[in-house]
């Protein structure tokens, strides 16, 4: 029987790990971690999450692998190419639970624009006083949308729901988004300019790097709300920073970051008083994780059985071009 190791698998989730493969190993560290990288020299079956990086150094350390598997949607962390010149069948997590990072949006929003953590510290503080926590309502304000793909359109649809103006930037346009909850599809530009807030909804791809950055931030509205649950690497970093102390941005809201692994590069944007952070938990629900679990498994069970497994990344598999989207300098 093929040898099978799942890794980055937290210890609540061992157990419906180990209901379908008994005899996997199972480790809670990613594939950099000590020591890691030499236990699974002899997998054939590889189950990761997108801290482990999988580049032609690392495949060419396990030899004996057929099939990788990221419990994510995203696969920027695998080297493709590397993996086809070994025939190393690669697969993702299409649709986890789209759902369940668009109510993240959400959270970040209401939690912010209505002070619900200061009003709790104020009461906690012995102080029930609603004085200088005037909130904003999200009925009437103009969200923008950049990417509306599953996750995307899973915002517009709240967003409808709470009454506001949607416009979005996508080059795979969805009509039904039009049809239904009255999307407008503008330039980017436009978005920019229109928009009370922005969320962004895009993969981790070159041409999305640093799309946020000085040029197209001056051409937000004063006081935007900028809103983050995508990749790190869209906004450049020390640009939102200089637009928060400017005022031009009046909170940015933000579930994942730049350099994540290095707080040291991200103390003064995590410090700023504007700013919410959480540690990249958008994606982290009860159905959410169950559902990266058992895609996986269904991808192992395809591939056992020698079919083709549904979820598989094929070598022409892309993302709609986003021309028009230039890298700003800082």
């Known amino acids: 029987m093929a040898k099978i190791t799942f890794l980055e698998v937290d210890p609540e989730d061992s157990a419906l790990v180990k209901s379908i493969y008994s005899d996997a190993l199972i480790l809670k560290d990613n594939l950099a971690a000590k020591g890691v990288l030499e236990k699974c020299g002899d997998t054939e079956i590889l189950c990761c999450f997108i801290y482990s990086k999988i580049t032609k150094a690392e495949i060419a350390k396990l030899p004996k692998l057929k099939l990788l598997i990221t419990r994510s949607v995203g696969f920027d962390h695998i080297d493709l190419d590397a993996c086809r010149e070994r025939k190393i069948v690669v697969c993702h997590v299409p649709d986890y639970g789209s759902h369940v990072i668009a109510e993240h949006v959400f959270a970040l929003l209401l939690s912010t ?57 996508d080059r795979c346009r969805t009509l039904e988004l039009t049809d239904l909850l009255g999307v407008e599809y503008v330039s980017l530009e436009d978005l920019f300019a229109q928009s009370d807030i922005i969320t962004l909804h895009l993969p981790a791809i070159p041409e999305a790097e640093h799309m946020i950055n000085d040029k197209t931030i001056a051409q937000m509205k004063n006081g935007v709300i900028l809103v983050n649950t995508a990749r790190g690497s869209i906004i450049d970093s020390k640009a939102l920073l200089r637009g928060l102390k400017s005022g031009k941005i009046r909170y940015a809201l933000l579930d994942v970051l730049e350099h994540e692994k290095n707080f040291a590069e991200n103390k003064e944007l995590i410090d700023h008083p504007n700013v919410v952070t959480t540690p990249h938990i958008g994606f982290y629900a009860d159905v959410s994780v169950t559902s990266m679990y058992t895609d996986c498994f269904e991808s192992i069970k395809q591939w056992q059985a020698g079919q083709i497994p549904e979820h598989i990344v094929q070598p022409t598999t892309k993302v709609c071009d986003l021309p028009g989207i230039k890298r700003g300098g800082s």
């Open 113 to 169: 624009m209505r002070h619900i953590t200061e009003g709790e510290k104020r009461v906690e503080g012995g102080t029930f006083d609603y004085h200088g926590l005037k909130g904003m309502t999200l009925r009437g304000k103009t969200l923008g949308i950049v990417g509306t793909g599953k996750i995307g359109r899973r915002v517009a649809q709240v967003a409808h729901g709470f009454g506001m103006k949607i416009v979005a930037f």
